[in-house]
T-cell receptor, first 116, second 117 residues
Framework: AQSVTQLGSHVSVSEGALVLLRCNYS??????LFWYVQYPNQGLQLLLK??????LVKGINGFEAEFKKSETSFHLTKPSAHMSDAAEYFC??????????????FGGGTRLMVKP | GAVVSQHPSWVICKSGTSVKIECRSL??????MFWYRQFPKQSLMLMAT?????????EQGVEKDKFLINHASLTLSTLTVTSAHPEDSSFYIC?????????????FGPGTRLTVL
């Protein structure tokens, strides 16, 4: 069974500051990992995904995430927050080679707030 | 590319009526689609996996007779909430699975907000 834990249901940063959203996972097989962003009253948009290639993954809107197997983490970062980054962010895991992207287990989500 | 639409985006209905929600993959074919439910300030809960041409697979605790899923083509899946009640009010989101080489990725629709009076 897989699970995802997102530490911090709410994160607040100032505009221009570093964004760090934490995600830890548990999986019995090498996982595939995803970050999605959700704006109010909208569906989820894929930010980036890790599928066992490079451990540092670059996504859209300046976001990137690093897969650290030893820490079972896949934290999302952005060097400089923009007001438009304010949204809900979800980390998700699938069971890798057996079912890449098929069955996703989502974390509880982190709401990012950006202060002017 | 990889655009998924949902219709309607917002629906209000009376208790006891049925509501159909459509999920379409606009620029790719999807043999597999998923239906999720999201309560306010919560994460997504998978309701069922919809496979083209076969019966949907429901998650534990989801009533298959209440939430009817039909995946009649490679670009369309529908979710019908039958005899809706106020507790069915929620945000329903679908996703379509895009197969690309070694990796399958779910692309999500914009969601449908259902309010049952």
């Amino acid at each position: 069974a897989q699970s995802v834990t997102q530490l911090g249901s709410h994160v607040s940063v100032s505009e221009g500051a570093l964004v760090l959203l934490r995600c830890n996972y548990s999986s019995s097989v090498p996982p595939y990992l995803f970050w999605y962003v959700q704006y109010p009253n909208q569906g989820l948009q894929l930010l980036l995904k890790y599928t066992s290639a490079a451990t540092l993954v670059k996504g859209i809107n300046g976001f990137e995430a690093e897969f650290k197997k030893s820490e079972t983490s896949f934290h999302l970062t952005k060097p400089s927050a923009h007001m438009s980054d304010a949204a809900e962010y979800f980390c998700a895991v699938s069971d890798g080679a057996n079912n890449a992207g098929n069955m996703l287990t989502f974390g509880g989500g982190t709401r990012l707030m950006v202060k002017p | 590319g990889a655009v998924v639409s949902q219709h309607p985006s917002w629906v209000i209905c009376k208790s006891g009526t049925s509501v159909k929600i459509e999920c379409r993959s606009l620029d790719f074919q999807a043999t597999t689609m998923f239906w999720y439910r999201q309560f306010p300030k919560q994460s997504l809960m998978l309701m069922a996996t919809s496979n083209e041409g076969s019966k949907a697979t429901y998650e534990q605790g989801v009533e298959k007779d209440k939430f009817l899923i039909n995946h009649a083509s490679l670009t369309l899946s529908t979710l019908t909430v039958t005899s809706a009640h106020p507790e069915d009010s929620s945000f329903y989101i679908c996703s379509a699975l895009l197969s690309s080489g070694l990796t399958d990725t779910q692309y999500f629709g914009p969601g449908t907000r259902l309010t049952v009076l």
